[in-house]
Structures are given as structure tokens and as C-alpha cells.
């Protein structure tokens, strides 16, 4: 039973969050969202600096490049399919969030990358494979990326370092690795990391509304609430009691 309750809670925020993107959000600063999220997400860092850049390719071999996606916000983790850990997880709740976001406005404006850190095993096939079990939408605004033929295996392993994460291989091949979830802008800048899986996906989806409304004139003095205060009452109350 455990399942259709997450599932209506994930459709009930869903919900929550397309009202707010559609009225609300543009009445808020960039910087009003992010200290709401400091107030709210334990899991939110905020970053200032230009993304590692790279060039990689997708499942059918085609060239693809951060800058390919430079006018959107760029949501971007890194995982492998082999990985029997937290992977999974981390590519389920990428496609959660993918959900809530397509049904908003920022469907077009937003770009999710996954970047496998095994391209030897990682191929096209496995990574056609992939979106359905974890809900991604690969017709949509979603990419898995690899090295592609004739690079070093460690090709995507160094870019992930270059992010920030911090690599173990064991005996029997498995990568142990940090999980983050990375925010790139418009700009292309590295503006911010959700850490772990614990961070509440609306946060996420909201911090991201926030950069898509960047160069939007605000006035602080619109509206009297707070942005959590106003997205909150938009839940339902067994939504919103565990959206601390």
C-alpha cells in the first residue's frame, strides 16, 4: 500500500507546484528562493562558479556538449547502470522530478542529465534501456550520456571529479561515489548541489522555477507571504505536514 500513497503524494505536489510556478513564483527574486531553501532544505548548497564543460554522446552516438543546452537550467547527476546501490534511487527520483517539471511551464527550459561513470558497460543498448524502469522520459528533456568509442574508460569518472565527487573502486568493480544532484543556469554556471537522496523534491523543483524566472522583473513587496509560506498552502495537508 505503501506505493499508490507515495504516488499520490508525488501527484498532489505535482499539482501544488504548477499552480505556484504559473501565479506565483514570478512575484520572488532568485534570491528570496534561495534563502527560503536555507531555511527549509538541509541538503541545499548553493555554488557560484562555471560547470565543467564536456563533450559527450548519447545512446545513438550523438554529439552532446553542456553548451548544446546553454538558455535552459541543466539538471545533472551521475550514476551507472550496474550500480546496485543508490543509483537506482537517485535515477527514480530524477525522474519524479522530471514529472513535476514537464507538467509546469519550465517543460521547455529545463534539460535532465544523467552521465554514466561505466561507459565499458554502459552501451547504447543499456542506456536505451534505462528511462522506463525509473520513469524518465526520454522523448521529453531527458538525456543519459556516455564517452563514446575510442576514449579513456575513466572519461566521465574525472568530469564527475571535476563536480566534486570522490571515486572507490572495489574488487569486484563497483563504484562507490558521492550522490549529488547538480544545478546548472542558463548561463552556464554551477549555481547549486542537492545532496543525497534526502532533500524534498519539491525544493529542487522550486529552486529551479527560481533560475527559469531569473531575469523577470520582481517586487519583493507583491505579495506579504513568504515563498514556502504560499507554496506550502497550495498542499494538500498530508502532503504538506511532511514537507518540513
Known amino acids: 500500500m ?6 499520490f ?27 527560503d531553501l536555507f531555511d527549509k532544505e538541509k541538503y541545499f548548497q ?5 560547470a ?14 553542456l553548451k548544446d543546452y546553454r538558455g535552459k537550467v541543466v539538471v545533472l547527476h551521475f550514476i551507472y547502470a550496474g550500480c ?30 544523467t552521465i554514466t561513470t561505466d561507459p565499458k558497460r554502459d552501451t547504447p543498448e543499456v542506456l536505451r534501456d534505462y528511462a522506463e524502469p525509473h ?25 564527475a571529479e571535476e563536480f566534486g565527487h570522490k571515486f572507490t573502486v572495489t574488487e569486484d ?19 547549486a548541489n542537492f ?14 522555477n527560481g533560475l527559469t524566472n531569473a531575469n523577470v522583473q520582481h517586487h519583493k513587496e507583491a505579495e506579504p507571504a513568504s515563498l514556502w509560506e504560499r507554496f506550502r498552502s497550495l498542499l494538500p495537508d498530508s502532503i504538506s505536514n511532511t514537507v518540513n
Open 52 to 65: 565543467p564543460d564536456f563533450a559527450l554522446q548519447d545512446a545513438d552516438g550523438k554529439p552532446i556538449g
Open 84 to 113: 546496485p546501490d543508490v543509483c537506482p534511487l537517485h535515477a527514480d527520483r530524477i525522474g519524479e522530478i522530471q514529472e513535476m517539471v514537464n507538467i509546469t511551464p519550465m517543460k521547455d527550459r529545463v534539460q535532465f542529465i
Open 9 to 35: 503524494a508525488a501527484a498532489s505536489a505535482a499539482i501544488a507546484v504548477t499552480v505556484f510556478v504559473t501565479a506565483a513564483a514570478p512575484a520572488h527574486s532568485l534570491k528570496d528562493v534561495q534563502q
Open 195 to 208: 545532496h543525497g537522496l534526502g532533500f524534498e523534491p519539491t525544493n529542487l523543483v522550486v529552486f529551479t
Open 135 to 159: 520513469g524518465l522520459d526520454p522523448t521529453a528533456n531527458w538525456v543519459f550520456l556516455t564517452s563514446g568509442p575510442d576514449r579513456p574508460e575513466d572519461t566521465t569518472r574525472k568530469l
Open 46 to 50: 548553493v555554488k557560484d562558479e562555471p
Open 2 to 7: 505503501k506505493f499508490p500513497i507515495r504516488l
Open 173 to 191: 568493480e563497483l563504484q562507490i561515489h558521492s550522490v549529488v544532484t547538480h544545478i546548472v543556469d542558463q548561463n552556464g554556471r554551477w549555481v
